[in-house]
């Protein structure tokens, strides 16, 4: 049976129930927390990213990290066996269904700025989505690594070694 990994991301239209949605108590990261995540943002080598790339060594493959010569500079890519992996972060990225974020269908928006958090994650999503759908025009296999997913280490490196197997399959090189 052939495995086809799913881009879990999807742009969609913007939520407009969102605004709406009803606010979860408090706010879901402190003012200091979310500073701290605004100065992250765009920072190389978070220690998700290392994680996932310790896994992939144990699977033994080998990959770039960077690849900005890449549309979307995916955080881990072989060029040659045409695979990728992007490692995003649940807040920013707006995970759905996200149990660290504890979002729903829709990305968890913090309390304060609602409007602003909303079409932020709004932008990141379609932004993601559409360097998940470059890289596949260019012919590679994209998967997305979440942060929250970093929880399950064993489950994480099963689904990555599927991952792998699935975009090397039918190659020799
Ligand atoms: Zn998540």
């Known amino acids: 049976m052939e495995y086809r990994?799913?881009?879990v991301?999807?742009?969609?239209?913007?939520?407009?129930?969102?605004?709406?949605?009803?606010?979860?108590?408090?706010?879901?990261?402190?003012a200091e927390t979310r500073s701290r995540i605004?100065?992250?943002v765009g920072?190389?080598?978070?220690?998700?990213e290392i994680a996932v790339r310790r896994l992939l060594h144990g699977i033994g493959?080998?990959?770039?990290?960077?690849?900005r010569d890449l549309p979307g500079s995916p955080d881990i890519a072989n060029r040659t066996r045409r695979w990728a992996v992007f490692v995003n972060g649940?807040?920013?990225?707006?995970?759905?269904?996200?149990?660290?974020t504890k979002s729903k269908q829709r990305?968890?928006?913090?309390?304060?700025?609602?409007?602003?958090?909303?079409?932020?994650f709004f932008d990141n999503r379609q932004r993601d989505a559409r360097k998940c759908r470059e890289m596949r025009m260019r012919g590679f296999e994209v998967?997305?690594?979440?942060?929250?997913?970093?929880?399950?280490?064993?489950?994480?490196?099963?689904?990555?070694?599927?991952?792998?197997?699935?975009?090397?399959?039918?190659?020799?090189?």
Not at 61 to 67: H, P
């Open 107 to 120: 990305p968890r928006v913090p309390e304060s700025n609602r409007i602003y958090w909303a079409l932020k």
């Open 5 to 7: 990994y799913p881009c």
């Open 9 to 30: 991301v999807t742009a969609g239209r913007m939520p407009s129930k969102v605004l709406r949605a009803p606010s979860p108590k408090g706010d879901l990261v402190s």
């Open 143 to 173: 998967a997305i690594v979440w942060d929250c997913e970093l929880s399950d280490l064993e489950g994480l490196r099963d689904r990555l070694r599927r991952f792998i197997a699935h975009a090397m399959g039918g190659r020799s090189d």
């Open 43 to 48: 920072q190389r080598d978070t220690s998700a």
């Open 38 to 40: 605004m100065r992250a």
């Open 61 to 67: 493959v080998r990959f770039r990290v960077g690849n």
């Open 90 to 100: 649940c807040f920013w990225h707006g995970h759905k269904n996200c149990p660290k």
